[in-house]
């Protein structure tokens, strides 16, 4: 069966800081990758998606971005982090066989 | 351009009592549609899905949906709620093109009373 990790599950940073997120999906192949951003009380922001190594489409202006380095891991990343990156950031997979997105468990980043 | 609306923010139900959680889309063509929900600090667990045929979905949970084309609305039902359903409740429509993007409602919190 499929699986979707992504660490760390909790993070704090000081402004000005860089930041990695990794996402990584078990049990499938050239899935569609997805980051997703959810500030507080709000909905989901699609911020990058991926559908190939080396493969990235922006969906926001921002100081973040995204790379595929593998068929199964897609990285978030920023070279120097605002308090306004703060949130929850979730990565999502799909494939063929299926239409829906799956999500993995999340990571909280406070910036400071 | 697409877009999704969840037009209450929160809705309060005591347990045992039905269920409406309502969604309006736009979409230029029939879209595939879906309901999420997240526990607090938890990731988005599917509940149901429509991508065609029966306008009427089941779900997960006791859950069901029903896609109506008129009024551009899916709605999220469920005829008795339990304490554990208390989440964030969220509709989103699918893209039919090859990078399958999700558009996502603001959300509606679902408290339950006992």
Known sequence: ?112 | AQSVTQPDIHITVSEGASLELRCNYSYGATPYLFWYVQSPGQGLQLLLKYFSGDTLVQGIKGFEAEFKRSQSSFNLRKPSVHWSDAAEYFCAVGNRDSSYKLIFGSGTRLLVRP
């Open chain 1, 1 to 112: 069966s499929q699986t979707i990790h992504q660490w760390p599950a909790t993070l704090v940073q000081p402004v000005g800081s860089p930041l990695s997120l990794e996402c990584t999906v078990e049990g499938t192949s050239n899935p569609n990758l997805y980051w997703y951003r959810q500030a507080a009380g709000r909905g989901l922001q699609l911020l990058f998606y991926s559908v190939g190594i080396g493969q990235i489409s922006s969906e926001v202006p921002q100081n973040l971005s995204a790379s595929r380095p593998q068929d199964r891991q897609f990285i978030l990343s920023s070279k120097k982090l605002l308090l306004s990156d703060s949130g929850f950031y979730l990565c999502a997979w799909r494939t063929g066989a299926y239409n829906e997105q799956f999500f993995g468990p999340g990571t909280r980043l406070t910036v400071l």
